[in-house]
T-cell receptor, first 114, second 113 residues
């Protein structure tokens, strides 16, 4: 079973920041937080991942709380093309042949509206 | 990142037949994965395919139904055997890069009549 909890859906106005929350209260010390998104009928797209520090790349920012029990993915200026299902996943790394699993939950369906 | 292709992109098949899906990546990777996404559902991991070893299947998936080959570091196949309408899904492969990220192919949309 997925180890994360996300709201099933969210709306965001075009041009505004989209803040997608994720709860992972049972996360272990060696588990990373990953975010993927899936635009309709396409394969999932990697967005960002982190362990405990906040991370930023060209797509998004990832804010992880100090206790690591929750995180927020921030899309700073949402566009219509950001409409997708966003998945928050916790995952262990560094264990050969065991660190690869991504267990997908139901995700958050983000609708960006004009 | 990685460029991943899948063939076929979609197919319509008759029940009782089998379909082999191909996954090709543009660089050598150790770990490849196969997922299923049933209509309206999230992704479910079928198996992990490492080159040079038998695939490791997740609970609920068996080799007789979903045989997997991994002949080299850039290619894998998944066969859906003795298909029924319940096998209608999108099948996706993914690869693990040394950057600790997985990249997904575009998927194969299978409809079984």
């Amino acid at each position: 079973d997925a180890k994360t909890t996300q709201p099933p859906s969210m709306d965001c106005a075009e041009g505004r920041a989209a803040n997608l929350p994720c709860n992972h209260s049972t996360i272990s010390g060696n588990e990373y937080v990953y975010w993927y998104r899936q635009i309709h009928s396409q394969g999932p797209q990697y967005i960002i991942h982190g362990l405990k520090n906040n991370e930023t790349n060209e797509m998004a920012s990832l804010i992880i709380t100090e206790d690591r029990k929750s995180s927020t993915l921030i899309l700073p200026h949402a566009t219509l093309r950001d409409t997708a299902v966003y998945y928050c996943i916790v995952r262990v790394l560094g264990i050969y042949n065991q660190g690869g699993k991504l267990i997908f939950g139901q995700g958050t369906e983000l609708s960006v509206k004009p | 990142s990685a460029v991943i292709s899948q063939k076929p992109s979609r197919d319509i098949c008759q029940r009782g037949t089998s379909l082999t899906i191909q996954c090709q990546v543009d660089s050598q990777v150790t770990m490849m994965f196969w997922y299923r996404q049933q209509p309206g559902q999230s992704l479910t991991l079928i198996a992990t395919a490492n080159q040079g070893s038998e695939a490791t299947y997740e609970s609920g998936f068996v080799i007789d139904k979903f045989p997997i080959s991994r002949p080299n570091l850039t290619f894998s196949t998944l066969t859906v055997s003795n298909m029924s309408p319940e096998d209608s899904s999108i099948y996706l492969c993914s690869v693990e890069l040394p950057t600790d990220t997985q990249y997904f192919g575009p998927g194969t949309r299978l409809t079984v009549l």
